[in-house]
């Protein structure tokens, strides 16, 4: 009878209630992804120990016999103890047992076994607390066995308080033993050349190794099968991209493009020059641009990307770029109309579209969007509304697109015919992660910045060791002010007293114990503000708030207050992390730094010195020198290059943190993959999928590859990958 495969569903090998509760504890539902759920360490049973040289605290492995056993009702506590004396011919111990009786019909005087477990001490004699044990007739047999067992690892699993790794371990034995055969999804001269395991071999080695020789052998394959099948359903998805037929949408001469270059009142960069080259020549290629661009912020990708919208709008076409908040889509509203001028606006008819404009307001715009009047469209999630239509949508943008899932932007694509796809980010992306998370995309780097951009100098303001520096902090910022300058104050919460999820960053891994963290100050919007209109320094100093739960209409007016320059100080949440474009803004002042990760404290940081004036960033914080969230902030003050920020925030945080919600479809599968250590190796697999796709893009000749997409890569997740 042919056993499971690694696509069999768990209730059909391991029943409906044991199986309901392993998808509830960690989400498995089928035998491949239960034998994907691997040991996270591995524990030593010991070696084979005479019972009259025990060492306390240490696991050890008896071979004994059964003496006496013994059942009786604890006195202080309910239910019973079960004591049993075991002896190996030279010394005895005692073995107890919490609540369980029913081993008296197994621990019977006579009985010889194997007995594992931590050595204790109770009343000055030795003994194991409900210790593992395998009981034999023939002693030979036991100490032969034993010898064996006492050098096999026993791995550890990740558990809940309902599935303990015991049970995790006993379940996976049963699958394995019920398992058939195993198509393996790696080429056997991809396996041969590399020295890798049968696919079988590798799950039997990782959960049933016997002995420590068998553990990396396993895992070197099993990293090896993530890679490559990952690798491989991303350039699947690139191939099918370039399957379909696009739009071509080509620069004419004389056109809106060349005459928005002539009206320029500076050159662009070398980097925004070859870059915009790439997406000149994606925009006429036979598929549809699928491109990300990565930059500093401040190093010009939006005009990068309405130099794109321009090449579009000469063919007729309409661009539609998304941004995450009503801020950031009224700034780039904005910006995009100053950099048109009065000649070319008019032409382009910009128009914003979000959820909170009037309804008159947002009809109006609406219609000069459905006819296709307006060329260039800036919105929020307005955009993916089904009332929302487009005449001709030929380029979609997505800003910071970390902060849209894919269901989001493929809605917008969706209202178009196969049109091109930019998406920008300001958040530098390791090697790494960008083939692991977007290897489905072609990426562009912009790193050079535009002439005129002043230098930002940060300083640390560490109060655990030098608490008086919070006053000048703030002596500081009203210095700055007087000069005519303005500053932001970046807090981590509206209220400290009323912390929400929403508005509340992650707690860092190394957060200190209860005690210590409770004795932080905590700081919201609504407490600075109160702090600092008690400052006889801040006497005269005009001083406004911004959060994301205002009024949208609230929050537009204090940003273009700021902006003319009617604010001197806004105290705000990471509303302002992306896009808010204040020349005349000087100063930083983030408190409780260490609470932000080193990519938002980047861009955060990125929001001052963008006129000619130098900026100041002061990172203020209550951590302690040594832990990873004091060097998280140390590490943004040491260096304003935001990809060295990005290696330093991979190294100290992981790939968990940085691939985050980017993850979807196959890239949340990672379980041995670790992006920070296995960067050749996922290099490689790349390779080694390229080469196999241009041999056999099918994967006719292929098919354990096959059903692993098709196992890892689902139908959802297939659509998940098609969407991104």
């Not at 995790?168 to 033993?177: A, F, P």
């Not at 809106?256 to 500076?266: Q, S, T, V």
């Not at 000149?280 to 309405?306: C, F, H, I, Y």
């Not at 932080?520 to 739960?549: M, N, S, Y």
Request: include cysteine; hydrophobic fraction near 45%.
């Amino acid at each position: 009878m042919p056993g499971f495969s690694l696509a069999s569903r768990l209730d059909g090998a391991i029943g409906g209630k044991t199986a309901t509760a392993f998808e509830k504890a960690f989400g498995v539902k089928t035998v491949g992804e239960l034998l994907e759920h691997y040991p996270r360490r591995y524990a030593r049973r010991g070696e084979l120990t005479p019972i009259d040289s025990l060492p306390l605290g240490e696991p050890v492995t008896i071979v004994a016999e059964v003496v006496s056993a013994n059942e009786r009702r604890m006195q202080n506590r309910r239910g019973s103890l079960l004591e049993v004396v075991i002896s190996d011919g030279d010394g005895r111990m005692s073995l107890t047992f919490f609540n369980q009786p029913w081993r008296l019909k197994d621990l019977t005087p006579g009985r010889r076994g194997i007995f594992s477990g931590k050595v204790g001490e109770y009343r000055r004699q030795t003994q194991l607390t409900n210790p593992d044990y395998e009981l034999f007739d023939d002693i030979a047999e036991a100490r032969a066995e034993a010898e064996v067992t006492a050098k096999r690892p026993i791995p550890i699993y990740p558990a809940t308080s309902s599935i303990p790794s015991t049970l995790v371990q006993k379940t996976i034995s049963l699958v394995l033993d019920g398992l058939g055969e195993v198509d393996d999804p790696l080429p056997d001269d991809v396996r041969a050349r590399r020295g890798l395991l049968p696919a079988r071999a590798a799950f039997q080695q990782i959960h049933r190794p016997e002995s420590d020789d068998d553990i990396p052998p396993a895992i070197a394959t099993l990293r090896m099968h993530e890679a490559f099948v990952l690798q491989t359903a991303l350039l699947q998805q690139r191939q099918f991209v370039r399957a379909l037929s696009a739009t071509k949408r080509p620069a004419a001469p004389g056109g809106l493009l060349e005459r928005f270059d002539a009206i320029l009142p500076f050159e662009l960069t070398p980097d925004q020059q070859s870059v915009g080259a790439q997406l000149a020549a994606d925009l006429v290629a036979d598929w549809p641009m699928n491109r990300l661009v990565q930059g500093e912020v401040g190093s010009g990708k939006t005009l990068v990307a309405l130099r794109a919208m321009l090449q579009v709008a000469e063919s007729g076409g309409q661009s539609a770029l998304i941004a995450p908040t009503e801020v950031l889509a009224g700034q780039h509203l904005r910006s995009i109309a100053r950099m048109l001028g009065p000649e070319l606006a008019p032409e382009i008819m910009p128009t914003l579209l979000t959820g909170q404009m009037p309804a008159a307001e947002r009809r109006k715009a609406a219609l000069r969007v459905a006819s296709g009047q307006a060329r260039i469209v800036v919105g929020t999630h307005a955009l993916l509304s089904a009332t929302t239509t487009f005449a001709d949508l030929g380029f979609v943008v997505v800003d910071e697109q970390h902060r849209f899932g894919v269901d989001q932007r493929e809605a917008l694509r969706a209202k178009g015919s196969s049109p091109h796809t930019l998406v920008l980010t300001a958040t530098p992306i390791p090697r790494t992660v960008a083939m692991t998370v977007f290897g489905d995309l072609d990426v562009s780097t912009i790193r050079t910045m535009p002439a005129g951009r002043a230098r930002i100098q940060s300083f640390v303001a560490p109060l655990a060791e030098k608490p008086a520096w919070f006053a000048r902090v703030w002596d500081r910022v009203a210095e700055e002010v007087a000069l005519g300058r303005q500053a932001f104050v970046v807090c981590a919460a509206i209220d400290s007293d009323q912390l929400t999820a929403d508005e509340k960053t992650d707690e860092p891994a190394d957060a200190p114990a209860a005690a210590a963290e409770s004795a932080r100050t905590r700081w919201g919007v609504v407490q600075v503000e109160a702090l600092l209109t008690r400052l006889p320094t801040f006497d005269g100093i005009r001083v406004q708030i911004l959060h994301g739960k205002m009024p949208s209409d609230e929050k537009d007016a204090v940003m273009q207050a700021f902006a003319r320059g009617d604010i001197d100080v806004l105290v705000a949440t990471t509303v302002i992390e992306v896009g808010v474009d204040v020349p005349n803004a000087s100063t930083m002042v983030i408190l409780e730094a260490d609470r932000f990760g080193v990519s938002q404290l980047h861009q955060l940081r990125g929001r001052v010195g963008r006129g000619g004036l130098p900026g100041l960033c002061l990172l203020v914080t209550e951590a302690s020198p040594g832990t990873s969230a004091r060097a998280r902030v140390e590490a943004v003050a040491a260096t304003l290059d935001g990809f060295a920020l990005a290696e330093v925030d991979l190294d100290l945080r992981g790939e968990g943190d940085v691939l985050g919600g980017a993850q979807s479809g196959a890239r949340s599968s990672l379980r041995l993959l670790r992006v920070v250590t296995d960067a050749d190796l996922i290099t490689e697999a790349r390779a080694e999928g390229e080469r196999l796709l241009v041999d056999d893009p099918g994967l006719l000749r292929h098919p354990g590859l096959a059903a692993a997409l098709e196992r890892r890569v689902g139908v959802e997740e297939r659509a998940a990958l098609a969407k991104s």
